[in-house]
């Protein structure tokens, strides 16, 4: 499966694809950054983040979308154009029908480096590991993107492999 | 001038167009609220609300759109949602090359009704009389986004007024 990545922001938004599937390698197909200017109106901001995403989803064509889920919590000043950026991403996955997985911050981080403490070098350095790159990507929300499409497809095979699981179960048991 | 007033939400977002200019009666074009259930995915939420506002801003052609300034101190179960819309419908609009102004609730109380801190009831009210409605329009999201776009169409006005003095006063001054 492919997976597309979204670790959403106003400032910088990172686009990580990823294919594979659970118990083999996964390989990276393409990572990037939106960049947009604080100068900018926010309407125009989200507008560029928009044409950033469609145009990694027309290119790349992924099964999924995974982003990052935000929390109210988080720091008040950069969280509205955070959860703005992720209501688009989220917008942009669903237009296409394509279903759109949230994961929090430290199912990322356990997910890539069994520590859902871990800090952006580590996740950055275990990232650069799974997908046999020669460095961590750069900048962190490039690697955090990717990160999010590696969770995405080791923990939807995992949950598949549940699914079947209790299924099987279920049939034995009538 | 035309003006689609949204007072953006996940649960009920309000959606309301007014035409008119400082100084003369405004007049109600079109009034509606997009709701969508809380039993969807929020990906498919946004959708729904972003197909709302598209037919609106097909159909009515508005020539600017107001949207509710969001803060982060607001209550913080509804305030991710509450973003995501008002992203949504920033989008909308930037995507069509419409002017996005953000007022606050309490420069859209005051611009209605004198009160930065009116009631709803209060608001509804004054947008009644404004629009000379026989009633205050139900529920207070359509009020409310009647009363946003009521406020672009009086602050814009002005703000337009205060311009023109300043650079008749700036050509005076050379």
């Excluded at 597309?4 to 393409?30: H, K, M, N, Y």
């Excluded at 199912?107 to 997908?131: C, F, H, P, T, W």
Aim: aromatic residues 2%.
């Amino acid at each position: 499966m492919r997976v597309l990545g979204i670790d959403p922001g106003l400032t910088r938004c990172g686009l990580g694809v990823v294919e594979g599937s659970i118990g083999r390698p996964l390989a990276l197909v393409d990572v990037s950054v939106v960049r947009t200017s604080a100068q900018l109106a926010v309407p125009e901001r989200l507008v560029t983040i928009e044409r950033g995403i469609d145009a990694r989803l027309d290119e790349y064509q992924p099964d999924a979308v995974a982003i990052e889920r935000i929390f109210a919590r988080s720091d008040v000043s950069t969280i509205m154009g955070t959860a703005q950026a992720a209501g688009i991403a989220m917008v942009c996955a669903a237009r296409r029908g394509l279903p759109v997985a949230l994961h929090t911050p430290s199912e990322v981080k356990a997910a890539v480096s069994g520590n859902g403490r871990a800090d952006k070098a580590q996740v950055g350095a275990m990232v650069a590991r799974i997908l046999r790159l020669d460095a961590a990507p750069k900048p962190a929300d490039a690697a955090d993107a990717l990160a999010l499409a590696i969770t995405h497809i080791w923990r939807g095979g995992s949950q598949a492999r549940i699914d079947a699981a209790l299924a099987a179960a279920g049939r034995k048991a009538r």
